[in-house]
């Protein structure tokens, strides 16, 4: 099973083909886009690494963005005692839902690929197929 090393929003992620992370918001707004990271620190499987000085020229790590979203609100309380201040605040983080495609080389050979998600068939086709 193959894996890269890619950075991201200033974070450092580990990802294998097919895995769906939730990374620092991407200014892309449209679902279904195709993304590319070319920051690979390094990448390899069980027998190989590569590893980047501080990135590996080449390679890149292709991923489809699922949805752009916020997180649950963090609530930020703070009190002063004997003073009669508090302060109430809220947060909300914006992240990126991405699903990660290919992984190649600095030769631009695929090291791995997802497998193709397949769409889900509604009981009333197969009904109708099992009659005729």
């Known amino acids: 099973m193959s894996y890269a090393v890619i950075k991201t929003g200033g974070k450092q992620y580990k990802v ?4 769906i992370l939730k990374i620092e918001k991407l200014p892309e707004t449209k679902m279904d886009t195709k993304i590319e990271f ?3 620190l390094a990448y390899g499987d069980n027998k190989l690494i590569e590893i980047g000085n501080p990135i590996i020229k080449g390679a890149k790590v292709e991923a489809n963005l699922i949805k ?4 649950r609100t963090i609530l930020i309380f703070k009190k002063r005692r004997r003073q009669n ?6 947060h909300r983080q914006e992240y990126s839902l991405i699903r990660v495609e ?3 080389s600095k030769d631009g050979k695929v090291l791995s690929e997802a497998e193709k998600i397949s769409k889900p068939i509604k009981k009333e086709s197969l009904k109708k197929e099992v009659i005729k």
């Open 16 to 19: 294998k083909s097919g895995e």
């Open 38 to 40: 070319n920051e690979v």
């Open 68 to 71: 752009n979203s916020k997180n």
């Open 85 to 90: 201040s508090r302060r109430k605040n809220g």
């Open 102 to 104: 290919k992984i190649f």
